[in-house]
Structure formats: C-alpha cells, structure tokens
C-alpha cells in the first residue's frame, strides 16, 4: 500500500506507508500549516496548506491510511 503525495516540484509521487516513521502538523512561520512525512534515512516529503481545515483532514487521512498497513 502507498501513501500518494506531491513533491515540491509538483510531481506525484508514492510512498510505502510501511517505510513511513512519523507524520507530523505544524504551522510555519507564514501562517501556513505544514504536514510532515518523514520515511525511512534521510528522506521527508512535506505538503502545505493555507487552510487548517483542509490540512486536518488530510493529516486525518494519512493517520488512517498508516493504520491500515
């Protein structure tokens, strides 16, 4: 099973939710809400938000997917 999310060139890209350590939200220091995926060494990948809504149910949504392995 993978976790799909966007790099920061706007490609796709899929995750083995098994390599997957920790998920985490933040809000930066603009104001943006941040959701961090760190993998397995040395990779992270970090998606962006400017609504807290949004960034809830998606961080909701990688919570239940993680669970799912």
Do not use: C
Request: hydrophobic letters at 40%; zero cysteines.
């Amino acid at each position: 099973m993978f976790l799909e999310t966007i790099t920061f060139l706007g490609n796709d890209v899929l995750i083995p939710i098994n390599r997957i350590e920790y998920i985490m939200l933040n809000i930066n220091e603009k104001g943006t809400y941040v959701i961090t995926i760190k993998g397995e060494g040395k990779y992270e990948w970090v998606e962006h938000f400017s609504n807290n809504k949004l960034a809830l149910e998606r961080y909701d949504q990688i919570k239940n997917i993680i669970k799912a392995k």
